[in-house]
């Protein structure tokens, strides 16, 4: 059985060690930070500049000079730090983050992203997306196996405008775990009843077993 | 007195604006932005702007204030997706849009104001961002050249102030208002607070007065708060 949102947030969870800095993307990757173990020190930056986010303000905490890239509201931490972007992004392109989870609209075989414009329509910006996978130590793409119309997203070539070229370590879907290799796309794990078949039914990128 | 400080936005901007110019504008959403001066400049009716901001504003605050009055020719900016407007005269074409990687545009106004030209990024490389700008291997690695960015102004958002121009910001509302800071040929900031001399420790100071060469206390700031969210607590 494919894994649920949370389950694929619970898995990619996973992937973070204790004292990893990290860039979650706008989306179902931020919601990874709600299932880190709690006597895990994970640091999170947002690169509108901080690092030690907090979670969400209640009412009377709302600050509008606290916000996270999402431009969301948010709250510090007794591990904050404010700086301003030429230093957050000095952080991201100096790959002094271990680890960014992104969304992705198309991912190719040979790790080249793309997630951040479709032509035609309304083209609203790569914001950091660009930075972030040309400069963090690893990247995981978090997202649906399949687009809404069921075209598959793991593919031998992007034909969407790219975020980077060669830039994915590993991508995590309903249906399991990836990783960019030799070859093509390995498969590090199945989500439970899942087979090999059901996946390469569902991509077109080369599934490697092995 | 000191001769930076001035009473408000449209004194301070007094003598600096002309159609055509390049604005260096501070802020990321609506959070640190320099609200006073976005109003003055309105008022004033300046335009055929080109303006370096990471975000667009939204239709009826910030920036988008200056894209309803057709007052802004082109926009550099790394993302824009909060503002109707913007997307109208984008796709009637009549509004340039320059996107630049957010770490490139802050990239590029730190250098811009450091006196540096260009600089080699991994940022954009075998992206349409990469097209018509030159590549250098350095180490194996294939780097893409940005230049630096400098403007005839740059409008700054920032907390407290002394009078000499040195400056504070707070939380993330420090964003791109300390790089812009730098970047401008003339550095106007609007401070919520303006304090005398020796009030800031210089120690804890954001960006020293070298950069300043106006400022002023704006009165009531709005603050807007673009995406209000809140937990039970």
């Known amino acids: ?210 | 007195m000191s001769k930076k400080v001035y009473s408000d936005a449209k004194s301070a901007l007094d003598g600096l604006l002309h159609d055509g110019m390049t604005i260096l504008a501070g802020g990321f959403g609506l959070c640190g932005i320099p609200e006073h001066m976005i109003l003055a400049i309105r008022d004033s009716g300046v335009k055929d702007l080109t303006i370096a901001s990471n975000n667009a504003g939204v239709d009826d605050f910030g920036l988008g204030l200056l894209l309803q009055t057709r007052q802004v020719k082109k926009m550099i900016s790394s993302y824009v997706g909060e503002n109707k407007t913007f997307e109208a005269q984008f796709l009637a074409g009549e509004l340039e849009l320059e996107f630049n990687p957010q770490g490139t545009l802050a990239e590029r106004c730190r250098a811009g104001g450091a006196g540096i030209p260009a600089f080699y990024t991994k940022t954009g490389v075998g992206t349409l961002i990469a097209e018509g700008k030159e590549t250098k291997d350095f180490d194996g690695q294939t780097y893409l050249m940005e230049r630096g960015l400098t403007g005839d102004l740059a409008i700054i958002k920032a907390w407290k102030g002394d009078t000499v121009g040195n400056v504070v910001f707070r939380k993330t509302a420090r964003n791109f208002n300390a790089p812009m800071a730098t970047a401008g040929k003339v550095c106007v900031i609007e401070v919520e607070e303006l304090v005398e001399p020796g009030e800031l420790d210089p120690d804890g100071i954001h960006l020293p007065s070298i950069y300043t060469h106006r400022i002023f206390q704006g009165q009531d700031f709005e603050k807007r708060i673009e995406f209000r969210t809140v937990s039970d607590g």
């Open chain 1, 1 to 210: 059985m494919a894994w649920t949102r949370d389950e694929m947030c619970a898995r990619a969870a996973l992937e973070l060690e204790d004292g990893f800095y990290v860039n979650l993307g706008i989306g179902m990757p931020t919601k990874v930070a709600n299932f880190i173990p709690d006597d895990m020190d994970v640091n999170f930056q947002s690169e509108n500049g901080m690092l030690g986010m907090g979670p969400f303000p209640t009412d009377n905490e709302v600050d509008a000079d606290l916000i996270n890239a999402g431009k969301q509201t948010i709250t510090e931490t007794p591990k904050s730090v404010y700086f301003d972007s030429a230093q957050s992004f000095a952080m991201i392109r100096g790959g002094h983050i271990n680890m960014s989870i992104l969304g992705a609209l198309q991912v190719a075989e040979n790790g080249d992203l793309a997630n951040w414009m479709i032509p035609g329509k309304m083209v609203k910006g790569m914001g950091g997306a660009m930075d972030l996978v040309a400069g963090v130590k690893r990247v995981v793409i978090l997202m649906d196996h399949n687009a809404k119309d069921g075209t598959a997203k793991l593919l031998k070539e992007c034909n969407l405008p790219l975020t980077g070229a060669a830039v994915v370590d590993d991508i995590i879907t309903e249906l399991g775990v990836f990783r960019i290799g030799d070859g093509g796309v390995h498969i590090s794990e199945l989500a439970p009843d899942v087979t090999v078949d059901e996946v390469r039914d569902r991509s077109e990128a080369t599934i490697v077993t092995q």
